[in-house]
């Protein structure tokens, strides 16, 4: 079973920069889309970016022109550099992978999260 793990979060200030990691571990026939998400104090889960196993990449409007989603297929992470953070840009981030099993069944999988904070 594949199993995702955030790291990198901590607290920054406002304009600096952060940048994450999801490592994902088991076994899968094969990893396709990644994506990051957060969720903020008494707010909805909301995406920030995703990117295919091709590369195709989409933004919220909110991420476009800061952060940058990335992934190495070799080593099945993906990675969200995230710069210019703003107060607003706090909240928990989640990896998630769409995951093809051995058994070619589809599986969504969460890491537990890693914390953003940005403040003065």
Not at 55 to 84: C, P, W
């Amino acid at each position: 079973q594949v199993q995702l793990m955030e790291s990198g979060g901590g607290l920054v200030q406002p304009g600096g920069s952060l940048r994450l990691s999801c490592a994902s571990s088991g076994v899968a026939f094969s990893i396709n889309d990644m994506g990051w998400y957060r969720q903020a104090p008494e707010k909805q889960r909301e995406v920030v970016a995703t990117i295919s196993r091709g590369g195709s990449i989409n933004y919220a409007e909110s991420a476009k022109g800061r952060f940058t989603i990335s992934r190495d297929n070799a080593k099945h992470t993906v990675f969200l550099q995230m710069n210019s953070l703003k107060p607003e840009d706090t909240a928990v981030y989640y990896c998630n992978a769409a995951v093809e099993t051995v058994t070619r069944q589809s599986r969504e999988v969460w890491g537990q999260g890693t914390l953003v904070t940005v403040s003065s």
